[in-house]
């Protein structure tokens, strides 16, 4: 898998050497420190291993992080190993008395004064002693990368000499030698990212759209970096560069593999087909895929329309076709006129887009995008038999949010004439009972989808505010938050066994009769014995919008991670919004960055429901709002336990000031607004992780 690491260090700067010349050699017990101290060239043990190998590691992360090794084929069993330039100026490593070449950069240049210097971007690079030109380097260990991808170093091809830049995962901790997981560039009319298993193609993203690659939130632009996508007729590469250059960033193909589990399905057919084999299709299995409802004819044209789909990974270009000066319109006349069309797209969606891509056959490994974490979705319009698109502007219109996600989703609204429809007509047949309002009836959606439908009557006494379920009042939301924060507290510090519950969220808490909140759904929950307040796991499970920083990434769990959620919950009760997929249409933050907006500008009032009203005692509520903060810091040190907590809720004494919260995000406003009614087809991702 790949993983994304930052970190924020103050370096050191070293007097140690940060060159040897051809005179010079490197033995076992020696390094190279980079001038400005950042990364140190030696020779290391991996993990519990006796070999020896040579490579660059950061020089300032307390735990050896090693980012680049030569000899990854052929470990020395010793400590006889030197590294120096031949006669020839190629870099070699030598062991047992200097007489068996382990390893050698094989360099076909030649310079009259070689030297061999490691650079602070971590470089390794043979050069002419009077040249600082990086495209005359007679070697550089940035054209070899192993597993590792540092600033400035290109993940992609050379097309003038065919060579290719990828990462290839370690086998174990313990032996770096290429395992089977690579990390790279897929070369075709319209190139990719694409992981690999063996020969197996396990991951991919889209293709370069002009923003992004959409389908890897990690390669996306931040406050930390900035990336750049370059195809041109000499080289096709993906490269970042560092924004703040004194935090520390790079991306490691890891040797293990694990699925993000989702509590909805993680594919489904899109709007107007249907699973080739119904009998073979659940959640766990649709490796035979779908097909159209509605075969196409190539005879009947004017049966033939387009159905636009928004936010999406577009699909496998393996059989696709590109033309970047043909606008829209000519693209989807050139589909039209093409039996074999399945669908078409803008290749480049900056401005008002550009570029024609065609895919013909299966359309393989579409993915809806989720918002927050890649905002690099696209538009496609799937060729489609124009009684599927008529039935589709028929059915019943249920909005979903663009990344598709079926789980936490506000209730959807449904027009008169959908009711009607799924009542027939509110048929006596269809009468379930009567109550005070008026008559319930039963009802099926056009999907099939089962519901109960009150009517309220002419002649009930309660009106339609009445009908409508009341809005809880300060008192009450109050009294929940507490109840809610006791029952964790008791999780965490009173119970018998500490229990870390790793997905808090409205839905599983309860409430009874007397509206007390009671904590539900443990079927995700870690038990820990005696002292023990903190795990990890390769299996992060859980709900996006809730999740805690370290655990959504690291797959880092403790005490802390109940409080992030917490504090995510305790926001949504105070503004009656939920924080997942609740972008604001001013500034495109989500809840936690809105609320933070107003919180920085003195406008903290502005967050709460406003079906409060006169209930809310506004002290109360803005000290809420602090409490949430606090529980949603980035770090989880930084955060309050759960007794504190507790304490904050009921007391008035001054509280800690605020950073800025984890997980604060933006989304572009281009995609702020879109909704759309096709059924969800999402595939499971890898997920991202360091080694």
Known sequence: MISSCSLVFLSDFSNAADSITQSQSLRDDMTLVSKDGSFELGFFNPGSSK???LGIWFKNIPVKTVVWVANRLNPINDSSGVLMVNSSGSLVLLSQNSTTVVWSSNSTKQASNTIVQLLDSGNLVVRDEKEQNPENYLWQSFDYPCDTLLPGMKLGWDLRTGQEWRLSAWKSPEDPSPGELT??????????????????????????NGHGCSGIPELKANRIFNYSFVSNKDEVYYIFHMINESVISYLVLNQTVNLIERESPFCQCLEGFKPKSSETW???????????????????????????????????TTNSWLNRSMNLEECKVKCLNDCNCTAYSNSDIRGE????????????DIRQISNGYDANGQDIYIRMHTLDLEKLENNVMIDQNIEGQREDQELPLFNLATIVAA?????????????????????TLTDGQEIAVKRLSQGSGQGLNQMRAKALGWSMRFNIIY?????????????????IHRDLKASNVLLDSKMSPKISDFGMARICGGDQTEGNTNRVVGTYGYMAPEYAIDGLFSIKSDVFSFGILLLEILGGKKNRGSFHPDHSLNLVGHAWKLWKEGRPLELIDTCLDDSCILSEAVRCLHISF????????????????????????????????????????????????SSTNEITVSLLEAR
């Open 353 to 364: 887009g550009s570029g024609c891509a065609i895919w013909y056959g299966d359309l393989i």
């Open 630 to 677: 606090l529980c949603l810091q980035q770090h989880p040190e930084d955060r309050p336990n759960m007794s504190y907590v507790v304490t904050m809720l009921h007391s008035e004494n001054s509280l800690p000031e605020p950073k800025e919260p984890g997980f604060f995000v933006g989304k572009k406003s281009s995609l702020l607004g879109k909704n759309q009614s």
């Open 183 to 208: 990390f790279g560039i897929e070369l075709n009319n319209y190139p990719g990212i694409v992981m690999k298993k063996g020969s197996e193609k396990y991951f991919r993203s889209s293709s370069w």
């Open 51 to 53: 070999n020896r190998y």
């Open 282 to 316: 659940n959640p766990d299995e649709w490796s035979k895929g779908c097909v159209r409802r509605t075969q196409l004819s190539c005879q009947d044209k004017d049966k033939i329309g387009f159905k636009k789909l928004v936010g999406l990974k577009l699909p496998d």
């Open 483 to 499: 109840g809610i924060a006791r029952g964790l507290l008791y999780l965490h510090e009173d119970s018998r066994l500490r229990i």
């Open 423 to 443: 009542t027939n007509n509110f048929s006596s047949n269809n009468k379930l009972g009567e109550g005070g309002f008026g008559p319930v009836y039963k009802g």
